[in-house]
């Protein structure tokens, strides 16, 4: 069963930056598709960033990350990070990481999520 535990979220002002982590158990991360999802009460889950497994650190990011945001691995922790910077008021959801279809952005088991970390981003 996958498990993750995501950290790092909370109250940022807009401009700044944040960095997310997603730490796995119960069994190695390079192997799979890792991606971000964020979610806004009201709405379903929306793709925000995706590393390939065993891909040396190939990624794929939502349209409106616009070169804002950056994924990676370090297998050696079993953790996947998000680095968000030049946050917007918009970016203020709960943040969750998800084994994932990197090439479509979206999770292999949808519904299933982890308690997630939250992102405000407010003056």
């Known amino acids: 069963q996958w498990h993750f535990v995501e950290s790092g979220g909370g109250l940022v002002q807009p401009g700044g930056s944040l960095t997310l982590s997603c730490r796995a158990s119960g069994f190695s991360l390079r192997y799979y598709g890792i991606g971000w999802f964020r979610q806004v009460p009201g709405r379903e889950h929306e793709g925000v960033s995706c590393v390939f497994a065993n891909s040396g650190g190939s990624t794929h990011y939502g349209k409106f990350v616009e070169g804002r945001f950056a994924t990676s691995r370090d297998s050696a922790q079993n953790t996947v990070y998000l680095r968000m910077d030049n946050l917007k008021a918009e970016d203020t959801a709960m943040y969750y990481c998800?084994?994932?279809?990197?090439?479509?952005?979206?999770?292999?088991?949808?519904?299933?999520w982890g308690q997630g970390t939250q992102v405000v981003v407010s003056s």
């Open positions: 998800a084994v994932a279809d990197c090439s479509q952005l979206t999770p292999q088991n949808p519904g299933s």
